[in-house]
């Protein structure tokens, strides 16, 4: 996972060569994404199952030396972590089971530590339960993978009288379990769902095998993701930070741009906007919108312009004119400010009045541009490096 290192040499990029560095560095750090740890959770009901899926996704049985404690009366109580086998970057951490007494939902996370885990495999048996898609939300809200594996499908096959059936067809009745998971899934909001059966008891039969490949044929990607996801998160605090930055300036330039603005009307206007323009100006170089650096960005990330620079959508995150600013400022005084239109042709009264409106109304364009500009700019970071691929 990144660390302080990483972030300190991203931000001296990012205050260099903008978000364009900035991509180029990150490049590099994910072709070196082999060499970070992964960790594992086993996490579900209790006594689904998890602490024997652990000792056979290592290739030991229950009771070997080494192996994780299973049984009904061997509750796991405190996460445990597993060395994956051949495979020193990977670990693999033994949940306690979500929803008993001890450990109600509310209180499981904290627990166990939720966060420290990069990627989870949900165990479920014998039924689909509201728990199993309360940890599914969770994970797909942390922007996390995870697996669904229904287990003791042996069980699950015996008890429902279906082999007594003239027409019983096992991969049939096992495509339904499938499809039964994956639905209830889906309709918790869940996107695109990978669902195994397995039995804990009998490993070569359904589908712990299939489980097994894929894992393995997952995880360059699983630890691409990890390393990106961390890196992502750094690059948002970098861009938030930026926002800060160009928030404590607003107040100073709306003050600057407002002061001559009113009675004048709109002689001096012009002036005025300029102050405005010149801000959004460097604003949108800042959050690395501008042409030169979504060139360098889309060349940096290997994706077309258009693909870049469809994620910025913000009016002045596009373009900064005088006219928008203009229209900006308009559309803010007729909405907010009624009085506004009458204003204008009051003499004397109008005046104070006018300059505080003329003030509040170019501080909120203001803000409203650079909250949408650092939009724009995280926006832009995930199209050059998706987290959803
Ligand atoms: N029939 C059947 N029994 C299983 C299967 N997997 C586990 N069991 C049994 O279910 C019981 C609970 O298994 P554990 O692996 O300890 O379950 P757990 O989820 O770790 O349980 P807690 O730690 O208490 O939450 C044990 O008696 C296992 O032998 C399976 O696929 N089929
Ligand atoms: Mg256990």
Same mark, same amino acid.
């Given at each position: 996972m990144a660390g302080v290192t990483e972030e300190q040499e991203l931000k001296a990029l990012y205050d260099r060569g903008g978000l364009g560095a900035v991509i180029q560095q990150l490049q590099s750090y994910l072709g070196k994404s082999e060499r970070i740890t992964l960790d594992i959770a086993v996490t579900?009901?209790?006594?689904?199952?998890k602490s024997t899926l652990v000792n056979a996704l290592r290739g030991i049985g229950d009771g070997e030396p080494g192996a994780a404690p299973t049984g009904e009366t061997e509750t796991t109580m405190e996460p445990t972590m597993y060395q994956y086998p051949n495979k020193d970057t990977i670990k693999i951490w033994d949940l306690p089971g979500i929803g008993t007494p001890n450990f109600q939902a509310s209180n499981y996370f904290k627990h166990v530590q939720f %966060? !420290? /885990?990069d990627f989870f495999i949900i165990l479920s048996a014998p039924r689909f339960t509201e728990n199993d898609l309360f940890l599914a939300k969770e994970i797909q809200q942390r922007k996390k993978k995870f697996y669904f594996v229904r287990s003791k499908i042996d069980q699950e096959l015996g008890s429902g009288? /279906?082999? %007594?059936?003239?027409? /019983?067809d096992e991969n049939k009745t096992l495509e339904k379990f499938r499809n039964a998971s994956v639905e209830s899934l889906k309709k918790g909001g869940i996107e695109s769902p990978q669902v195994f059966l397995i039995s804990g008891w009998n490993l %070569?039969?359904?589908d712990f095998e299939k489980l097994q490949e894929v894992l393995k044929e997952d995880l360059p990607a699983l630890k691409r993701r990890v390393l990106l996801l961390s890196l992502s998160n750094i690059i948002l605090s970098i861009i938030d930070k930026m926002k800060e930055a160009k928030m404590g300036e607003i107040e100073k330039v709306a003050h600057e741009s407002a +002061?001559?603005?009113?009675?004048? +009307? !709109?002689?001096f206007n012009g002036i005025n906007i300029i102050r405005l323009v010149d801000f959004l100006t460097s604003c949108r170089t800042h959050f690395s919108l501008d042409d030169d650096s979504l060139w360098k960005i889309a060349e940096s990330a290997g994706k077309t312009r258009v693909q870049i620079r469809s994620a910025v959508t913000s009016t002045f995150g596009l373009k900064v004119s005088e006219k928008d600013v203009e229209k900006g400022l308009e559309e803010i005084e007729n909405k907010e400010y009624v009085i506004f239109r009458f204003l204008k042709y009051v003499p004397f009264l109008g005046a104070p009045i006018g300059a505080k409106i003329s003030k509040t109304s170019r501080y909120t364009l203001l803000e409203t541009a650079v909250w949408e500009m650092a939009e724009d700019s995280k926006r832009v970071l995930e199209k050059a490096f998706p987290l959803s691929d």
């Open positions: 579900g009901g209790s006594a689904t199952g %966060e !420290r /885990y009288n /279906y082999r %007594e059936k003239s027409h /019983y %070569e039969k359904f +002061v001559s603005a009113w009675p004048i +009307v !709109r002689l």
